[in-house]
């Protein structure tokens, strides 16, 4: 159960609560839990990295939880189409693209 599909196909197999369910508490449901996670993600560490997030932008020296700094700002709906259409024929993140768009930017400027 390493693919999407996969993954995908086994969410939609599961059942609903039904009158016989065996319903868990405390550790044995943290334990089954867990295994279930496992079993969905490949492994142990299929479920670090979907608990961990999206990566830090930070160096390594970071501590772990830290979170890269965010800007917010308005786009004429010209750039936002310029973006939006660059973003879908590159097939890369939005973000990557704004990030790389700055850094050129800065590049070109800096003085």
Same mark, same amino acid.
């Given at each position: $159960?390493?693919?999407? #599909?996969?993954? #995908?196909?086994?969410?939609?197999?599961?059942?609903?609560?039904?009158?016989?369910?065996?319903?868990?508490?405390?550790?044995?449901?943290?334990?089954?839990? +867990?295994?279930?996670?496992? !079993? %969905?993600?490949?492994g142990?560490?299929?479920?670090?990295? !979907?608990? +961990?997030?999206?990566?830090s932008? !930070? #160096?390594?020296?970071?501590?772990?939880g830290?979170? #890269?700094?965010?800007?917010? *700002? +308005?786009?004429?709906?010209?750039?936002?189409?310029?973006?939006?259409? *660059?973003?879908? !024929? %590159?097939q890369?993140?939005?973000?990557?693209? $704004?990030?790389?768009?700055?850094?050129?930017?800065?590049?070109?400027? %800096?003085?």
């Amino acid at each position: $159960m390493n693919t999407d #599909s996969d993954r #995908s196909s086994w969410a939609e197999q599961l059942q609903t609560f039904g009158p016989d369910a065996r319903l868990r508490e405390g550790d044995a449901a943290a334990a089954h839990g +867990r295994a279930a996670l496992e !079993a %969905a993600l490949g492994g142990a560490e299929g479920v670090e990295k !979907a608990l +961990r997030g999206r990566p830090s932008l !930070a #160096s390594e020296q970071k501590a772990r939880g830290y979170q #890269s700094p965010k800007r917010t *700002f +308005r786009l004429t709906e010209e750039l936002d189409h310029q973006l939006a259409t *660059f973003v879908k !024929a %590159a097939q890369r993140p939005q973000s990557d693209v $704004m990030r790389d768009a700055l850094s050129e930017y800065f590049e070109r400027h %800096a003085g």
